[in-house]
T-cell receptor, first 113, second 114 residues
Framework: DTAVSQTPKYLVTQMGNDKSIKCEQN?????MYWYKQDSKKFLKIMFS???????INETVPNRFSPKSPDKAHLNLHINSLELGDSAVYFC????????????FGSGTRLTVV | AQSVTQPDIHITVSEGASLELRCNYS??????LFWYVQSPGQGLQLLLK??????LVQGIKGFEAEFKRSQSSFNLRKPSVHWSDAAEYFC????????????FGQGTELSVKP
């Protein structure tokens, strides 16, 4: 199936740990994103990559490091996890720069204890 | 700064009743506007979008939205709500030439009474 898939779906970890979330799209899109949805369901962009190049970095702490090995993959690595990092993280992809044609993954619920 | 406001945090309607979800935006240029729906535990699904042209746009699942430039609004409507429409609804504005970035509103949670 064509889709944006992200793993894992759930992630429970202790403060101070390092964790990664993986994302892959097989839609042939040239742009990929990470969005964070907080406990109040507010969605905010964190990063976007276009053809492996970082385009948007929205004042995210440098404990968060995205990596795009190719245009079909965008991973998110988080160092020294904090309680405030608990959220749902969505990967998405699109073609072009109008915000059009987004396809979202189903999300990764990160809980830091 | 660009922003999107959804004034209603939670709305409850009876099944079969009409629905209108409000969205106001602040953006200096002509906006690209979107409505997304999120079911529990799921990602976001695009309902409809407006780029230009006819200000009344039709979407999936019987939804429509009207762009009103004078009011900076893009309200979502449905003439008859079904129980399966219960979900979280997000209005968003796309920023031209900013890497495809979307600015989302706070969301409106829709509950449907039988």
């Amino acid at each position: 199936d064509t889709a944006v898939s992200q793993t894992p779906k759930y992630l429970v970890t202790q403060m101070g740990n390092d964790k990664s979330i993986k994302c892959e799209q097989n839609l042939g899109h040239d742009t990929m994103y990470w969005y964070k949805q907080d406990s109040k369901k507010f969605l905010k962009i964190m990063f976007s990559y276009n053809n492996k190049e970082l385009i948007i970095n929205e004042t995210v702490p440098n404990r968060f490091s995205p990596k795009s090995p190719d245009k079909a993959h965008l991973n998110l690595h988080i160092n020294s996890l904090e309680l405030g990092d608990s959220a749902v993280y969505f990967c998405a992809s699109s073609q072009g720069n109008r915000g059009d044609g987004y396809t979202f993954g189903s999300g990764t619920r990160l809980t830091v204890v | 700064a660009q922003s999107v406001t959804q004034p209603d945090i939670h709305i409850t309607v009876s099944e079969g009743a009409s629905l209108e979800l409000r969205c106001n935006y602040s953006y200096g240029a002509t906006p690209y506007l979107f409505w997304y729906v999120q079911s529990p535990g799921q990602g976001l699904q695009l309902l409809l979008k407006y780029f230009s042209g006819d200000t009344l746009v039709q979407g999936i699942k019987g939804f429509e939205a009207e762009f009103k430039r004078s009011q900076s609004s893009f309200n979502l409507r449905k003439p008859s709500v079904h129980w399966s429409d219960a979900a979280e609804y997000f209005c968003a504005v796309g920023l031209y030439n900013q890497g495809g970035k979307l600015i989302f509103g706070q969301g409106t949670e829709l509950s449907v009474k039988p």
